[in-house]
């Protein structure tokens, strides 16, 4: 009876133990074993005790022929191990195209991305940041993150990096601001920044989002020009007004005044022919008394010198209504280009009159010219004031600023020169930066060569570039296109 209830039992164990002992002869692991089982366990329990009786006797005979099971199982543990491969390479490929889609994400992105790592080593380093900064991934991949800053910048970025690990405390996280960025050449430039922490796999990391706003900077740079240049201008546009009445009539009651000295100056030496000798020593004495002489000879010259200042400030109020004259809709004007270039030489004579002489040299074939001409009006005052700057800084007694215009093909072409220290070769392609100056603290913000190559070439479509020689001089050219087309 024991017979009848066990048989079937005892033959599946039997048979699982076979297996297992042929396992451990053949090599395959038993987690392989069980999947076999697993595969035949319906059809095991289909057979009668009499056919498992005869498999566990058939396995257990084999056993003295592992080779045999091996040919047996090998295409089934082949089919298994390929599986599991499949699965494996299966998840690195999708695991890749991850990281690939990404990557693409990454370098498709406007802004400069960098990421680093807690000791400030450059990880990852985006497209924008190659054009941003001009480094390639493989030049950066590994640097200290502080090479991308100007050098004061630089000396403190380990010390915040290091103070955040002790403390865990910052004021920067999270936040955007308005930071220096250097790029491979040298050049800084004005950046917002953003920079937020991570953890991979438990290791702490550091990604900054970096937009390059040096353009922003420097439009802005130009509508705070405009606007202050608008504001001089509707002041100065006042103030002639205000000065045009009353220099006119000074300049009047001047001419009727020399015209009364000259007849007094006439009554007086009739006077004296007609009096009687014996009154003439009287009249001596009192001419002598009261100066009469001096006054007559220096009366005529006081009033011509009152005429020529009168005559001054009214060349000075032309020369500012000129200068601040805004065309509200902003469009092209037609302008008489020597009287422009006058008027900015009158408005800047304070800065050159001790300092340096005046040439100027006028090609009869310029006359009027089609320009922005409030703008321009500013690019000749920049211009002038830098020569005189530069005139000054040779301190080398009095210099020269020569001021000449030419037809140059189908442009017209400007040329500033100055006697002064002239420009290192080493910053001369520096000089049209936003914000970069050579002069002290008060007398130089760098816009104003900015803000005239901007007006000269965006606006005007023209160029502007310069010669210059250290101790010799600097001359600066101003072309302009003489077609009138608008080609924005």
Known sequence: MSNQLSP????????????????????????????????LRPWLILLTPMQNAALDAMLLTSLSTPLLWRLALKPLVKRIANEQARSADQVRLNSELRTAQFNTILDTFPSAIITIDKTGIVQRFNKAAERVFGYSIGEIAGQNISCLMPSAIAAQHDGYLQRYLNTQESTI?????????????????PALLRVNSMKIDGDLFFFGVIDDISETKTLQAQLVQAQKLEAIGQLASGVAHEINTPIQYIGDNLSALHDNVADIIV????????????????LAALAEKYDLAFILEDSPK????????VERVAEIVKAMKTFSHIEQNQNKQLIDLHEAIKSALTISRNSYKYIAEIETDFCSDVGMIECYANELNQVFLNLLINAAHAIEEKRDGMGLIRISTRNVDNMVEILIQDSGAGIPADIQEKVFNLFFT?????????????????????????KLFFESSVGVGTTFHIQLPLNREDRH
């Not at 297996?19 to 999947?35: D, F, N, R």
């Not at 009554?267 to 009287?282: M, N, R, T, V």
């Not at 006081?302 to 200042?309: K, P």
């Open 8 to 39: 079937e039992p005892t033959l599946k164990r039997n048979f699982i133990s076979s297996l297992l002992i042929i396992s451990a002869v053949i090599g395959i692991s038993e987690a392989l074993v069980m999947l076999l089982l697993d595969a």
């Open 173 to 189: 996280l999270g936040n955007r601001r308005e930071v220096e960025g250097q790029r491979k050449n040298g050049d800084t430039f």
């Open 267 to 282: 009554y007086q030496q009739a006077l004296h022919d007609l009096a009687d000798e014996s009154l003439k020593p009287q």
């Open 302 to 309: 006081a009033i011509q010198q009152a005429q020529e200042g």
């Open 438 to 462: 050579t002069k002290e603290v008060g007398k130089g913000t760098g816009q104003g060569l900015s803000l005239s190559h901007s007006i000269v070439v965006e606006k005007h479509c023209g």
